[in-house]
């Protein structure tokens, strides 16, 4: 699949709007705190439109236990306010609760080809080997994806490096229909990849992703962690006896190593080189402690927050609910018009 060619205005006539989504399949870990949090934050306080969403329906691709659901996406909602998303200026809720998600995921199977979906590394990797064995939900997961972007009609799609060909679907799911039915009324959006760390390792093997379904707590820092748990993971996670490099080509083939000095460089707001030359020549015995360090102290402040929003649920609930009636109304209108382009009656 080529992904889908925007000539240079083609977003022009629709307003810069920003749309993200994060699953509630378990606690949030270090890698989404820099790969997608962090950075919704600052395209919020960059004065952008924002629209965040919990996708709970893309969670349950695979079985969740229906009470840590529940938990797991008020934990998430937590974790969005206490890392700075302020649910007044951002649009913040689940996606369940407002169902044109669904209604327009419906549209988009018929949309996208099973030519494209064949192509998809992640539903490769989710379903393994037993395939067969994979819910249809799991296969259909990205046109669901692209529903969520252009049910807002959102230009912009901040995310993690892991999820740049889900974008790019999605912009061929645009450019389809925009084609098909003879009309310029989906955005073809772009993905915005950015920053240190778009793709933060497992602390435990530098050639994983870090990932909140891995078997090993090990191998992640959870936004939930105690500041001891986090400077023990640190402590312990895999490198090489080498000292750091003087300079960034050196970091190459050493995944630990350089996973280590991106978390860094993106928790400190400098660039991975700055990083590189403060540490030149000094082994992990010194790297280590100061990276915990650094770790403890911008994320225990979260995790303070979110424990003390996690102790009022009918709040949390409640700001999700006004989230989702915001969502609606500018989710119900495109709805409403595309089903009116694909020429569905709509009377009542
Ligand atoms: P997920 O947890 O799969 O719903 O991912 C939510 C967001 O976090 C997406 O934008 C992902 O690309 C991003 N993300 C998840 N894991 C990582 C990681 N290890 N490094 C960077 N970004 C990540
Ligand atoms: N698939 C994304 C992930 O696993 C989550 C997601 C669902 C998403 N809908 C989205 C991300 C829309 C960006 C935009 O990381």
Redesign the pocket.
Known sequence: MQAAEVKADQNAAFAPRI?????P?GGLTLG?YLG?LKRFVEKQNEGIETIY?I?DL?AITVWQDPEKLRHATREAAAAFIAAGIDPVRSVLFN?SQVSAHAELGWIFNCVARLGWMNRMT?FKDKAGKNSENASLGLYA??S???A??LLYH?TM????E??KQ??EL?RDIAAKFNHDYKVDFFPVPEPVIEGAATRVMSLRDGTKKMSKSDPSDQSRINLTDSADAIAQKIRKARTDPEPLPDNIDGLKDRPEARNLVNIYAALSGETAEAVIAQFAGQGFGAFKPALADLAVAKLEPITTEMTRLMADPAEIDRILGDGARRADEIAQPILARTLDIMGMIRSR
């Open positions: 749309f993200s989504g994060i699953q399949s989404n997608a969403c996708v893309h996606q992640q997961y990205p669901l994806m692209a969520d972007i959102a799609v901040p995310v993690g892991d999820q889900h974008v999605t």
